[in-house]
């Protein structure tokens, strides 16, 4: 049964588009604005590397399991209801976050933002669907908030760096509220509530699973100060878990993510790909401000601006990725998008053992564009491959599991990353991270060229075989 109130006004689509968009807008935002002013809150708040890192990571964690459940909450209660929801608890971390006067609070109020990161991006991108029911003009406004989305990732660290350098950390967070109350405001007047109630039930086993997995694998990366044997231990308990929450959706009457749709060469690939880009970019993008700080001796202001050099193709360059994809195919394209990525981090490599100034800093710019330039290639595509390849009736599913690998991803990257960085103190340290992100990217250039077909017309007959 399908449920909606009524219909969109015609003469508001983009009004409507900019409110959807505005959630969007938030959730990417609010973790590449905070990466540049990690070293301030490590310093006022007593931070280690390890304790910058779950300032990240307990957001994306909190995010990726809440992800299991929005949808399905969404649907029963209504979307509209979810992403109201999602924003006022969004809302309420953001405060508790600007607020915070300890470690542990902050990372509290962070696991707060992530859980209502997750029905606010979920309750705005079904609602397009209500709200703009005819399919070529869902497509455009989809395209619009990717551009949105893109404009948050691109300008976060700037702005983040910004407000840092002249109001203090605290006032990423608090930025949010204006903007949380715009959508508080403007939800309910411009667009309409729709649900399924007999859509697919909560899955409570399938969440604590999939969050404990990350928690353990994290966690266990993370503790410099822990025995080898304790670290591994903690290893172990996460991967078997993992392998529990795989087990218990093949299992499962209705599963959330369901394994058989993704149990093929071509979807594996795709989650290997969106991996090998959390280690090859975003991963190392949360260190680098870290990098310039202690390598190039800027301000977080100036990193800030910076870190433009790695996030500004995300806004110009993802136009020339679908060219290239019809030109050369899915499997040389990620071959070269990532191998791109892997350059860049091995140029980061370079300018982090250089003992030259001038050429740390012109392999540090280098670096940066270059691995800006494969994720900007890549990232939308990977998207579109993963709705390519699932059949029509899962693409919803298909959607979601993209969005949880790549948050799964970035949690784990991050952690992994930062157990490879001993110190900050000297530029050398960051050559084992980013030793470690141009493996991931390399790794992801060998499962492309394994797992994914040499040409589409491939990819549309093993989607054949799935219906």
Known sequence: MHDRSSQVAPHRPSLITSVLGLGVFLIPFD??????????????????????????????????GALLASGALADRFGRRCAMLAGNIVFLLGSI????????????????LQGIGA?????????????????????ARVFGTIGVISGVAMALGPTLGGLLAAWCGWRWIFLANIPFCL??????????????????????????????????????????????????????????ATAFGFVRQQWRCLNPVLNPRVFATAPMIGVGASLTALQFGYWATLVYLPL???????????????????????????????????????????????????ASGDALLVVA???????????????????IGIGAALANPQLGNVALAL???????????????????????????????????????AFAAP??????????????????????????????????
């Not at 508790?96 to 962070?110: E, H, I, K, Q, V």
Request: glycine share 10%; proline share 5%.
């Open 352 to 370: 982090a053992l250089s003992a030259d100034a001038t050429m740390r800093s012109i392999a540090t710019s280098a670096g940066m564009l270059t």
């Open 182 to 239: 715009t959508l508080a405001l403007a939800v309910p007047r411009l667009i309409t509530e729709t649900n399924e109630p007999g859509g697919r039930p909560l899955d409570p086993v399938g969440i604590v699973l999939l969050t404990l997995a990350l928690g353990l694998a994290i966690d266990a990366l993370l503790r410099h100060d822990a025995s080898p044997i304790m670290r591994a231990t903690g290893l172990i308990a996460g991967v």
């Open 96 to 111: 508790a976050c600007g607020a915070a006067t300890s470690g542990p609070l902050l990372l509290a109020a962070r696991a």
């Open 118 to 138: 997750a029905f606010l991006i979920t309750g705005a991108i079904a609602l397009v669907a209500g709200a703009f029911p005819h399919q070529s003009q869902r």
């Open 390 to 428: 699932a059949p029509p009736a899962q693409a919803g599913m298909a959607s979601a599991m993209t969005m949880i690998v790549r948050q799964a991803g970035f949690a784990v990257s991050i952690a992994a990353l930062g157990a490879m960085l001993k110190t900050t103190d000297m530029a050398s």
């Open 31 to 64: 973790v590449t604005a905070v990466v540049v002013a990690l070293p301030g809150i490590a310093g006022d708040l007593g931070f280690a590397a390890a304790g910058a890192a779950w300032v990240i990571d307990a957001y994306s964690l909190a995010l990726t």
């Open 291 to 341: 990098f310039l700080s202690t390598g190039l001796h800027v301000s977080m202001e100036v990193a800030g601006v910076a870190l433009l050099a790695a996030t500004l193709p995300m806004l110009l360059v993802p136009l020339l990725g679908g060219r290239f994809v019809t030109r050369w195919g899915w499997r040389r394209f990620f071959m070269a998008a990532l191998g791109v990525v």
């Open 434 to 467: 980013f030793i470690l992100a141009a493996v991931g990217a390399i790794a992801g250039v060998v499962g492309a060229a394994t797992l994914f077909p040499a040409a589409q017309t491939e990819m549309s007959e093993s989607r054949a075989e799935q219906r």
